[in-house]
């Protein structure tokens, strides 16, 4: 601003900062009580300070996992987590920037009904599906496992639609000049066509990573087996164990520990993120 | 180095749409050949057909002596300029310009060569490292030239290559790659829609008009014996000035009235259109013409008038004359100037 008018700034800021704080205090008290030991945890009120008890807790849930429910230690819901949620963010990617290719850059029969018929399926939720999908991952014998995980939550209108948006943007007289250059059509994908989308794919990276990462509904459905839950839903089912107290010092650990890697994949990628949102480098 | 033949070259999209109406032509070795003509006149589809981005519909095009109708661009040994570049813009100058060459295999070291070879030709032995978003307009257009001479094909297609210059640069582009052209002596095929660098170009011209080659020649043929009514319009600026008139019974045209009246030797009473170009026409003697508007170009004068019948005519004069608009202007015409068409088919007739 041009102005220069100190109630204003201060007010603004006043606003931004109470906003952080109250996006911010769930999580530091997800914290907070994440350090601490589950009978203070317990007791009114609730400490608003870290306790002494950190690495002790995530030293259990990590290596023995929380008793009271399923027992596995939180390392191995994580590498499910961390297997699935790259299995579903890779293999959209590969899947849609192939699909996109294809619509954009062949001339076939049916080409534009293929493009619609995929386009309509941003329409369905996967909730509306999802029982006639189980039906047949339970036919093909993949409960209890990654491909079970992961296959069927791989294909996405969304990105093919945003790759396909790309691609058109893409001046023809590149493809033309690859072509007298003397490229096939798949070594003009690899050579100039993949790097060019680099930062389109950086930015659906991230966002295929967390919604890989927090699927529950799904998992839930196919996985039966505790060696293939998935973080999330371990966070969620320590909650709501029956018959015991919560112990919401490993309850709000595993949550943490849950959170982490979608913030580290936000933090680390947030230039390529956006710029792979907002800019279009021709 | 190589010939490159048309032959009956037809191009419809469709059945009904035919925008390449049968083109033949002969182009030699090292022959430089522009092809111009207004927007949509079906010159760049012609390129591309020679390039192998379009298919042929009919008729056939061989590159020294082969025919190429059905191979990919690539097995024609041919490289293209495109009109935004077409830079890889990921790439570097280097990575751009060897990227043909790295497809075929060409082994590293002679890649390295020719590569620093052309980019000694061009003066972009500097930028080799850079990116294209990286270099200025000018800059772009040399490694979009370098590109296409590194491959030293048999051919050099041009689609409309200066037009996303400014003028100056375009004045020294056009020279530049003229001279490059004569230095490699490869055949080259140029599409614009620019005259200037049709005229100063071209070993030998295409005009076009609507899927049509109007006339081949040379440029100096094309503007001294323009052999229709759309060339004689469209080359040379100012456009020529036509007058519709009839042929008289004693064979001569009655131009203005009877202002003047050359001698032709055709039927009388037939319908003509008499072409003057704007700089062959001077003051003093035989025309009347009511000066509208006057443009001072510094070098010269551009006079708008009317004829005493209404006809509109545009006189070019030498700088130092100076009509004032309101004034009557006596202008005559040289010997031999007046071009003759037929008025229904569009036809060359002759000059008189």
């Given at each position: 601003m041009v102005e220069n008018r100190p109630w204003l700034t201060a007010f603004s800021h006043l606003v931004v900062i109470l906003g952080v704080l109250i996006i911010a205090f769930p999580v530091w008290m997800t914290f907070v009580a994440s350090t601490h030991d589950a009978s203070t945890m317990l007791r009114s009120p609730v400490p608003l300070l870290p306790g002494p008890y950190l690495i002790q807790n995530y030293k259990e849930i990590l290596f023995q996992g929380y008793?009271?429910?399923?027992?596995?230690?939180?390392?191995?819901?994580?590498?499910?987590?961390?297997?699935?949620?790259?299995?579903?963010?890779?293999?959209?990617?590969?899947?849609?920037?192939?699909?996109?290719?294809?619509?954009?850059?062949?001339?076939?029969?049916?080409?534009?009904?293929?493009?619609?018929?995929?386009?309509?399926t941003l329409m369905l939720p996967v909730e509306v599906r999802i029982v006639p999908t189980y039906g047949v991952v339970a036919g093909l014998g993949m409960i209890n496992s990654y491909s079970g995980l992961i296959i069927p939550l791989i294909a996405s209108a969304t990105a093919t639609f945003l790759f396909r948006q790309f691609f058109l943007s893409v001046p023809d007289e590149l493809a033309e000049a690859s072509r007298v250059d003397g490229a096939g059509p798949m070594r003009f994908f690899v050579d100039i066509l993949l790097p060019m989308s680099r930062t389109t794919i950086a930015a659906l990276f991230v966002i295929q990573f967390i919604y890989g990462w927090n699927q529950y509904l799904w998992p839930l459905l196919v996985t039966n087996h505790e060696s293939f839950y998935t973080a999330v839903m371990v966070v969620a089912r320590q909650a709501t164990a029956v018959d015991a107290t919560p112990s919401w010092n490993l309850i709000m650990a595993a949550a943490m520990l849950a959170m982490l890697p979608p913030v580290l994949v936000v933090v680390f990628m947030q230039r390529q993120f956006v710029r792979g949102l907002v800019e279009t480098e021709k | 180095m190589a010939t490159v033949s048309m032959r009956g070259v037809r191009k419809s999209y469709g059945g009904?749409?035919?925008?390449?109406?049968?083109?033949?032509?002969?182009?030699?070795?090292?022959?430089?050949?522009?092809?111009?003509?207004?927007?949509?006149?079906?010159?760049?589809?012609?390129?591309?057909?020679?390039?192998?981005?379009?298919?042929?519909?009919?008729?056939?095009?061989?590159?020294?002596?082969?025919?190429?109708?059905?191979?990919?661009?690539?097995?024609?040994?041919?490289?293209?300029?495109?009109?935004?570049?077409?830079?890889?813009?990921?790439?570097?100058?280097?990575?751009?310009?060897?990227?043909?060459?790295?497809?075929?295999?060409?082994?590293?070291?002679?890649?390295?060569?020719?590569?620093?070879?052309?980019?000694?030709?061009?003066?972009?032995?500097?930028?080799?490292?850079?990116?294209?978003?990286?270099l200025s307009g000018g800059q772009r257009q040399r490694v979009a030239m370098g590109r296409a001479i590194v491959r030293e094909p048999k051919a050099f297609l041009f689609d409309e290559p200066l037009s996303n210059l400014d003028a100056k640069l375009r004045v020294q582009m056009r020279v530049e790659i003229k001279k490059l052209q004569r230095q490699l002596g490869v055949t080259s095929i140029y599409v614009t829609h620019d005259q200037v660098e049709a005229m100063t170009m071209a070993d030998r011209l295409i005009v076009m008009n609507k899927g049509v080659a109007e006339q081949i020649g040379t440029p100096i043929e094309v503007y001294a014996a323009p052999s229709t009514l759309f060339v004689a319009g469209f080359i040379g600026s100012p456009a020529m000035n036509f007058l519709e008139t009839r042929?008289?019974?004693?064979?001569?045209?009655?131009?203005?009235?009877?202002?003047?009246?050359p001698k032709t030797g055709l039927d009388p009473g037939r319908a003509v259109t008499v072409g003057i170009r704007p700089e062959h026409l001077a003051?003093?003697?035989?025309?009347?013409?009511?000066?509208?508007?006057?443009?001072?170009?510094?070098?010269?004068?551009?006079?708008?008038?009317?004829?005493?019948?209404?006809?509109?005519?545009?006189?070019?004069?030498?700088?130092?004359?100076?009509?004032?608009?309101?004034?009557?202007?006596?202008?005559?015409?040289?010997?031999?100037?007046?071009?003759?068409?037929?008025?229904?088919?569009g036809k060359r007739l002759g000059t008189a």
């Open positions: 008793a009271r429910t399923s027992g596995i230690p939180l390392t191995i819901a994580l590498m499910n987590s961390m297997i699935m949620a790259l299995g579903i963010c890779i293999g959209k990617i590969l899947i849609s920037i192939t699909a996109a290719f294809a619509i954009v850059y062949f001339r076939f029969p049916f080409r534009m009904a293929a493009f619609w018929a995929i386009f309509v | 009904a749409l035919e925008v390449i109406q049968g083109i033949d032509m002969e182009i030699a070795d090292g022959e430089f050949i522009v092809i111009v003509g207004p927007s949509g006149c079906g010159k760049s589809t012609l390129l591309r057909m020679v390039a192998g981005l379009e298919k042929i519909t009919g008729g056939e095009i061989a590159i020294d002596s082969r025919v190429v109708n059905n191979l990919e661009p690539k097995d024609r040994d041919i490289a293209m300029v495109f009109q935004n570049y077409a830079l890889y813009p990921h790439m570097s100058v280097y990575e751009n310009m060897s990227y043909g060459l790295r497809i075929r295999g060409m082994s590293k070291t002679e890649i390295d060569e020719r590569v620093k070879r052309a980019a000694g030709i061009l003066e972009i032995g500097q930028y080799l490292d850079r990116k294209p978003r990286q042929v008289s019974s004693d064979g001569r045209l009655a131009i203005d009235g009877a202002a003047l009246s003051t003093g003697g035989g025309l009347d013409v009511q000066v509208e508007l006057v443009e001072l170009l510094g070098a010269d004068t551009l006079v708008h008038g009317r004829l005493s019948d209404g006809k509109s005519l545009v006189v070019r004069l030498p700088g130092n004359q100076v009509p004032t608009a309101g004034d009557r202007l006596p202008v005559q015409a040289y010997d031999g100037a007046w071009h003759l068409f037929d008025t229904e088919t």
